[in-house]
């Protein structure tokens, strides 16, 4: 008798036990998803930032213009978003810079005066994709083909296809312009981009359409 009650008690508390286990653990995921909660930003906070790069390269060019939003889907850790800021700016510098036509140059292709530069934000899966768009000239692909030859990084009778030759741009230290500008050129610098997208855990690829502009697609984890 005395051995079964010692049993029952015994088996009381393991189950007491355990229904205070699992109230802690549920207790945990309610704090730990409030902190990932409360470490999530909207993209929009650092729109501010953003246009006034653009505003201000597009002054210093004489370009005409303008930055926008397209699909805003989700928000960002603020750790992710504040180390982002950076190479999304030299990004846009280089869309303004180089990927932007100057508004003769514009006119003759027979494209709007003001160009166009589109920021979209969306999820796939548990990654977050920011996409940078502009409506310029594209990517110059014989130039970025001639260096890729030069620098060993493909042979002249490799039959690449201009997609995988366009991604040479993010190789260290690789540029197709003949002179570096303070603002930057588009190759410029795009390797120091896709570095500290990699240490961020993330990726960047580049597609790009001759005459009609390119895109420019970080994904981050």
Not at 178 to 194: A, L, Y
Request: without cysteine.
């Amino acid at each position: 008798s005395d051995l079964l009650d010692i049993k029952r008690t015994l088996a009381e508390k393991t189950r007491d036990l355990e229904t205070v286990l699992i109230q802690q653990s549920r207790v945990n995921s309610q704090l730990q998803e409030g902190l990932m909660r409360s470490r999530m930003v909207p993209f929009s906070s650092i729109l501010p930032r953003i246009r006034r790069v653009v505003r201000q390269v597009a002054g210093e060019l004489g370009k005409s213009v303008e930055l926008e939003l397209g699909k805003m889907d989700g928000e960002l850790d603020r750790g992710i978003l504040e180390r982002i800021v950076a190479p999304l700016e030299h990004m846009l510098r280089n869309a303004v810079d180089h990927g932007v036509e100057s508004r003769e140059k514009r006119l003759a292709a027979g494209k709007p005066e003001t160009g166009r530069i589109l920021i979209d934000i969306a999820r796939e899966g548990g990654d977050v994709l920011i996409a940078v768009s502009d409506d310029g000239a594209g990517v110059n692909l014989p130039a970025v083909r001639l260096k890729a030859i030069e620098r060993g990084l493909m042979k002249p009778d490799d039959t690449l296809s201009d997609h995988e030759i366009v991604q040479f741009i993010l190789h260290s230290g690789f540029s197709t312009a003949e002179k570096v500008t303070q603002i930057s050129g588009r190759g410029v610098g795009m390797d120091v981009v896709s570095s500290e997208i990699r240490q961020m855990g993330g990726s960047l690829e580049i597609y790009s359409t001759p005459g009609a502009g390119s895109r420019f697609v970080i994904r981050l984890p």
